[in-house]
């Protein structure tokens, strides 16, 4: 199995949430969720996804 770098393209990040659309992933980032612009590169840390995603998470009753 490939390993992920840290660092993902907006299509990895969408693949690792499992995201179709990419409607979803710029409300996240809208939501909060940063990105590194180095260049013309975006990247999203893997580690941040999974820091803003259980900062979101909520438990139903």
Do not use: C
């Not at 409300?27 to 999203?44: C, E, Q």
């Amino acid at each position: 199995m490939k390993k992920q770098p840290e660092y993902l393209s907006y299509k990895d990040a969408m693949d690792f949430l499992g995201l179709k659309t990419h409607n979803t992933l710029y409300r996240y980032i809208d939501a909060g969720l940063p990105v590194y612009i180095v260049g013309k590169s975006k990247r999203i840390k893997k580690s941040d996804i999974i820091e803003f995603m259980e900062a979101h998470k909520q438990v139903s009753k």
